[in-house]
DNA sequence: ACGTTGTTTCGGGAAATTGCGAAATGAACT
DNA sequence: AGTTCATTTCGCAATTTCCCGAAACAACGT
């Protein structure tokens, strides 16, 4: 009657189960961001954008650490994290057109930023137009 | 700023994010049952389990199809289905004493249906003992 | 010290989810 | 026709999710 071993699964799973986390989880497939240029990226208020990713953190699948006055986010290396996420790139290949757009414009942001730590990325992409 | 594309694969996770429907797919991953089976093991009522299978059904994971007067449930045999339901067995690995546990109540269930069609599943768990 | 900028936390309102019992449906059996 | 039993639908309360703006933090620059 009990189905508390499941429930770890489960919460990691509702953790994917939004289109936001998971266009995030593509963009940093590509690549680390800093939590300024995600929220950017996908239009969305910074503050919302912090709350998925405490989301995606609490999972495992997400590493976060400060540069400077910015939280750079990328996927964990955690051997742990591998098989959910090899598991998640093919189911989001009905999605490429999206998330290729998404990481086009990350590219557009991050386009002068050779040095991550020394080049301020709170660039708006109106200003790269 | 549209995140529609990844809507149903993001719906499609939301349904398996839930212990209950993890572990009913579990059950039917060693063979079918009729709904009330699937209620009896899982200790719930019959409207709960109606109203998840027909959020598994609605993925596409599953398929259900009258028997008399019984409701038989069981893994979709789709082509589209495989990818997710082989990449989710290896991520309950650690529920498997919960399992197969649950396995082992449906066998008692059906320890005398040797057809599925004349042999009322009804049967609770307490008459067996 | 002071202001600026990136990030997080908090408060709140709209919407979705979860579980159940009660009532409605459907299919068998008498 | 009437009964029984498996299942679904409905109504409802409790809880959670989602997004935001305002306020609080944190780290840099002057």
């Known amino acids: 009657m ?3 071993s499941l429930r770890p ?35 969305l208020a910074p503050s919302t954008v912090s709350e998925h990713l405490t989301g995606l953190r609490r999972t495992g699948l997400v590493r976060e650490w400060k540069v400077g006055r ?16 090899e598991a998640l790139w093919p189911l989001m290949a009905g999605a490429e057109a999206e998330l290729s757009r998404d990481r086009a414009q990350a590219r557009i942001l991050r386009c002068d930023t050779c040095d991550p730590v020394a ?5 708006t992409l109106q200003e790269h137009a």
């Open 9 to 43: 699964l489960a919460d990691t799973l509702k953790v994917l189960a939004h289109p936001v986390r998971l266009r995030i989880l593509a963009l940093l497939h590509a690549g680390e961001l800093c939590v300024c240029e995600v929220a950017e990226v996908l239009g």
């Open 2 to 4: 009990n189905s508390d």
């Open 70 to 85: 910015w939280v750079h986010v990328a996927l964990s290396d955690d051997a742990s994290a591998r098989p959910l996420l």
């Open 119 to 123: 080049c301020p990325p709170s660039r």
